[in-house]
């Protein structure tokens, strides 16, 4: 099985709205990584997404291309985090 990691990303939001490192741009929800693994090919993280306190599972193939995420309550995240796939399928998301 793949290993886990965690990682924390710096990201800030200001007052006004914009965040470190998005040039003028208005930031998106600032994002921290809780954990990521691996597997093969398959890379999957669970986010933490502070502007709106919600938690989300990210899910990436990069040899079929194929991407998706999946919002997730805290009492559930590791699970989904561990079993991303059986989750989407659960939900009806084709990836």
């Given at each position: 099985m793949g290993?886990?990691?965690t990682?924390?990303?710096p990201c800030r939001?200001?007052?006004n709205g914009y965040s470190p490192g998005t040039r003028g741009?208005?930031?998106k929800a600032?994002?921290?990584e809780l954990a990521r693994r691996k597997t093969g090919a398959v890379e999957i993280a669970?986010?933490?997404h502070m502007v709106?306190?919600?938690l989300s599972v990210s899910v990436k193939d990069a040899i079929t291309g194929a991407e998706f995420q999946l919002v997730v309550d805290a009492a559930?995240?590791?699970d989904v985090f561990h079993h991303p796939y059986a989750y989407a399928a659960s939900r009806g998301v084709e990836y």
């Open positions: 290993e886990v990691t990682h924390a990303r939001p200001r007052a741009l208005i930031a600032c994002t921290r669970l986010l933490w709106s306190d919600s559930e995240a590791m």
